[in-house]
């Protein structure tokens, strides 16, 4: 598991304390945002685009690692 992590770490040319801050920022942006998607589910008039931005956001961030 160690050999498989340190390859990853080296495929996407970060350290460990940089891909954990990236990743770290990844899952909490997807758990508020899908918070605002089951409020925007029960009243569809609050957070209309908070869903879509964020995935766009999200696509944008690891598509350049």
């Known amino acids: 598991m160690i050999k498989d992590s340190q390859e990853h ?4 040319n970060e350290t460990y304390l940089q891909h954990m801050r ?3 920022k990844i899952g ?3 758990l508020v ?3 605002f998607c ?3 589910g ?3 008039g ?3 685009k908070t869903g879509s931005n964020q995935i ?3 696509y944008e961030m690891v598509s350049r690692n």
Do not use: Q, R
């Not at 770490?9 to 996407?12: C, G, I, M, P």
């Open 33 to 35: 945002t899908g918070v």
């Open 22 to 24: 990236i990743a770290f």
């Open 38 to 40: 089951l409020i925007h």
């Open 28 to 30: 909490f942006t997807m």
């Open 46 to 48: 609050f957070f209309k």
């Open 9 to 12: 770490l080296n495929e996407v």
């Open 42 to 44: 029960l009243i569809p």
């Open 56 to 58: 766009a956001k999200m």
